[in-house]
T-cell receptor, first 112, second 114 residues
Framework: DQQVKQNSPSLSVQEGRISILNCDYT??????FLWYKKYPAEGPTFLIS?????DKNEDGRFTVFLNKSAKHLSLHIVPSQPGDSAVYFC???????????FGPGTRLSVLP | ETGVTQTPRHLVMGMTNKKSLKCEQH?????MYWYKQSAKKPLELMFV???????ENNSVPSRFSPECPNSSHLFLHLHTLQPEDSALYLC?????????????FGPGTRLTVL
């Protein structure tokens, strides 16, 4: 049973619009969450994180929202750019810090 | 070189071969990790090393043997692999000084077992 789910395998968005990528988790012990972006033939690149003491974290065009009661987080990209086209992974971990559980990823395509 | 590097980037091996994957991090980190990513599956954590000591082994078969000679280098020795071991093997590193700990990944080694 997957502890971290990304139920949309793919998403297409027009350039300039908002991209919203969703992630759900089942383990209430998770309290630290990461988003990674992965281009083909490259390793995942860290994007943004959030701890459970916050419900929002922003870094430039990227904002992550956390709803602990719903065990749900989302990544918003505004405005979306063609270079954002990649696979996005969310990862969840507990306060021991290192044993992150990754979701299966969502492939984002930003159309010019 | 900066960040996390992995060699080779691609490897094809037979089931009776012995090969090794190498990872090097240039970030001054103290923790290093091996992950496996099979097609259409999430990343699976295999091993964690903190300050050269193995602290996590996620029920990985003994045909995978990690080695961490120092905090900057991590190896994964492979022997008598199976075709289902074909996957992308990713190395990562992090500060490793307790608390939650962002991991930085290398580009991966694409392994094909014939």
């Amino acid at each position: 049973d997957q502890q971290v789910k990304q139920n949309s395998p793919s998403l297409s968005v027009q350039e300039g619009r908002i991209s919203i990528l969703n992630c759900d988790y089942t383990n209430s012990m998770f309290d630290y969450f990461l988003w990674y972006k992965k281009y083909p033939a490259e390793g995942p690149t860290f994007l943004i994180s959030i701890s459970s003491i916050k419900d929002k974290n922003e870094d430039g065009r990227f904002t992550v929202f956390l709803n602990k009661s719903a065990k749900h987080l989302s990544l918003h990209i505004v405005p979306s750019q063609p270079g954002d086209s990649a696979v996005y992974f969310c990862a969840a971990g507990g306060n021991y810090g290192q044993n992150f559980v990754f979701g299966p990823g969502t492939r984002l395509s930003v159309l010019p | 070189e900066t960040g996390v590097t992995q060699t080779p980037r691609h490897l094809v091996m037979g089931m009776t071969n012995k090969k090794s994957l190498k990872c090097e991090q240039h970030l001054g980190h103290n923790a290093m990790y091996w992950y496996k990513q099979s097609a259409k599956k999430p990343l699976e954590l295999m091993f964690v090393y903190n300050f050269k000591e193995q602290t996590e082994n996620n029920s990985v078969p003994s045909r995978f043997s990690p080695e961490c000679p120092n905090s900057s280098h991590l190896f994964l020795h492979l022997h008598t692999l199976q075709p289902e071991d074909s996957a992308l093997y990713l190395c990562a590193s992090s500060q490793g000084e307790g608390g939650t700990d962002t991991q930085y990944f290398g580009p991966g080694t694409r392994l094909t077992v014939l």
